[in-house]
Nanobody, 121 residues
Framework: HVQLVESGGGSVQAGGSLRLSCVTS????????MGWFRQPPGKEREGVAT???????SYADSVKGRFTISKDNAKNTLYLQMNSLKPEDTAMYYC????????????????WGQGTQVTVS
């Protein structure tokens, strides 16, 4: 059973920064691909950043150069550092995980956290 627990959302002014955290089990952390997704108000969910079990990262064009996805091996924690935030970054942010073989083959992420709200004004 994969459990993902996010934290770190909040309200911030444009230009500010936030760091999201996602804690999971050691097994999931080491073996699964993980990522951050977001759902803006009234819109569909979209990918923000992903990280493979080998550390390879990818980003949506809209966040490149502003957001950084990373992992802390000692804490089994996935992070999303968000800098230079814009009002259009306002969304519910979700941590997700999935077996890497499935993701590499074009599959979608199947395990999700409860979400954490980010509001930029």
């Amino acid at each position: 059973h994969v459990q993902l627990v996010e934290s770190g959302g909040g309200s911030v002014q444009a230009g500010g920064s936030l760091r999201l955290s996602c804690v999971t089990s050691r097994y999931t952390y080491m073996r699964y691909c993980m990522g951050w997704f977001r759902q803006p108000p009234g819109k569909e969910r979209e990918g923000v950043a992903t990280i493979d079990s080998d550390g390879t990262t990818s980003y949506a064009d809209s966040v490149k150069g502003r957001f950084t996805i990373s992992k802390d091996n000692a804490k089994n924690t996935l992070y999303l550092q968000m800098n230079s935030l814009k009002p259009e970054d306002t969304a519910m942010y979700y941590c997700a995980a999935e077996r890497c073989w499935l993701v590499r083959g074009g599959g979608t992420f199947g395990y999700w956290g409860q979400g954490t709200q980010v509001t930029v004004s």
